[in-house]
């Protein structure tokens, strides 16, 4: 696996310069590309959660390459936290930062986030009208709104999704989460005895998602 540490900015006026890091297989030409979330950094998310290192080197390992990145406010990325209001732009700048790099193929590009960051990244990817490919990792169904930008008219749902959370998630509403999943028409994983943080089921999650990515095709 070859790691890369890199910088982009955001997709906004305010020139937010964002820290990442690329991490690619070995000996592979033009890799598919895959961008990771992270949760919300009032908890201490950020690029380095113990999920996301394990979801990068199992994708990679898989034959993706991954981009993590750290949203503003975060470690040493510029801007200020917005709570997500405006963190999308971000990830718009991570997918911008992918697709100038000749190395690297953006068709049916994959987003995964966990919590706040699978918020963020399927608002993302419902905006931006890509044929993606979408892992969702303990979406928080209480408190974030999942549903409403899915309504807009302009709204282009994934080309495939998966969902993954714990039967024992202290954010986590089953019958909101069922209703994702048939909106989405996605794939529902409940792992049981995990809770929202998911400690010691990283590698499970990761490969579950790398077996789903794997295995299906775009809609």
């Given at each position: 696996?070859?790691?890369?540490?890199?910088?982009f900015?955001?997709?906004?006026?305010?020139?937010?310069?964002?820290?990442?890091?690329?991490?690619?297989?070995?000996?592979?030409?033009?890799?598919?590309?895959?961008?990771?979330?992270?949760?919300?950094?009032?908890?201490?998310?950020?690029?380095?959660?113990p999920?996301?290192?394990?979801?990068a080197r199992?994708?990679?390992?898989s034959?993706?390459?991954?981009?993590?990145?750290?949203?503003?406010?975060?470690?040493?990325?510029?801007?200020v936290s917005?709570?997500?209001l405006?963190?999308?732009?971000?990830?718009?700048?991570?997918?911008?930062?992918?697709?100038?790099?000749?190395?690297?193929?953006?068709?049916?590009?994959?987003?995964?986030?966990?919590?706040?960051?699978?918020?963020?990244?399927?608002?993302?990817?419902?905006?931006?009208?890509?044929?993606?490919?979408?892992?969702?990792?303990?979406?928080?169904?209480?408190?974030f709104?999942?549903?409403?930008?899915?309504?807009?008219?302009?709204?282009v749902?994934p080309?495939?999704?998966?969902?993954?959370?714990?039967?024992?998630?202290?954010?986590?509403d089953?019958?909101?989460?069922?209703?994702?999943?048939?909106?989405?028409?996605?794939?529902?994983?409940?792992?049981?005895?995990?809770?929202?943080?998911?400690?010691?089921?990283?590698?499970?999650?990761?490969?579950?998602?790398a077996?789903h990515?794997?295995?299906?095709?775009?809609?």
């Open positions: 696996m070859r790691r890369e540490k890199v910088t900015y955001a997709d906004c006026l305010g020139q937010i310069r964002l820290e990442g890091i690329l991490e690619m297989p070995e000996g592979a030409e033009r890799p598919q590309a895959c961008i990771l979330c992270h949760p919300h950094p009032i908890g201490g998310g950020s690029m380095y959660v999920l996301l290192e394990t979801m199992v994708l990679v390992a034959g993706r390459a991954c981009l993590r990145f750290n949203f503003r406010g975060v470690g040493m990325s510029g801007g917005s709570g997500g405006c963190e999308v732009e971000d990830v718009e700048g991570a997918y911008g930062f992918l697709r100038e790099r000749e190395d690297l193929a953006v068709e049916n590009l994959a987003v995964a986030g966990w919590s706040f960051g699978s918020w963020i990244g399927l608002r993302w990817a419902v905006q931006c009208g890509l044929p993606c490919r979408v892992a969702l990792v303990s979406p928080p169904m209480v408190g709104d999942f549903f409403h930008f899915l309504e807009a008219e302009d709204a749902l080309g495939d999704t998966i969902i993954v959370s714990g039967s024992y998630d202290q954010f986590n089953l019958r909101k989460l069922r209703d994702l999943s048939s909106r989405l028409e996605a794939e529902l994983r409940i792992l049981e005895g995990a809770d929202h943080f998911l400690f010691g089921y990283e590698q499970e999650i990761a490969e579950i998602i077996s990515w794997n295995r299906n095709t775009l809609r």
